[in-house]
């Protein structure tokens, strides 16, 4: 899949009750990004730090890499969304970075997915999905 440029920013998380959470991706880790049910973007976490900006609402972030994001001028509101990703309609929408090679999360995740090749063949479906939107901005 081609990367166009690399761009980073601050992956917020809303509060600091949440740092288990937001130190737990590693470097080098792939997260799917949802806003209102549609796939935004795909970043890698470029380091372990967690950074922080006060104690106020999204206060702590993490540095990520964007490897796909829609074009600019894109309408977000037409954005494929999250059940084109996953397979199905219902994916957490609670701001939390979830492990999908996890047995014991996204038990939705590992019904549809395990009987069609596990996390393998999800990230070869995600893969081919963004081959295809970025085919089609060429």
Known sequence: MPIPEAKLFKLNWRDHSSKDN???P???DLMLLLQ???VTHLVEFIDD?????GSGEWGIYRVVKV???????SDWDKLRHQQEFFGFDYVVGDGAAHDLSAENQM???HQYWDAKGGLAAFQNHVDNLISE???TTE
């Open 26 to 28: 590693r470097k080098g």
């Open 22 to 24: 937001a130190t737990r």
């Open 107 to 109: 038990q939705q995740f």
């Open 133 to 135: 939107m970025l085919s």
């Open 49 to 53: 730090e967690l950074y922080g900006e």
């Open 36 to 38: 209102k049910a549609k």
């Open 67 to 73: 490897l796909w994001m829609p074009p600019e001028d």
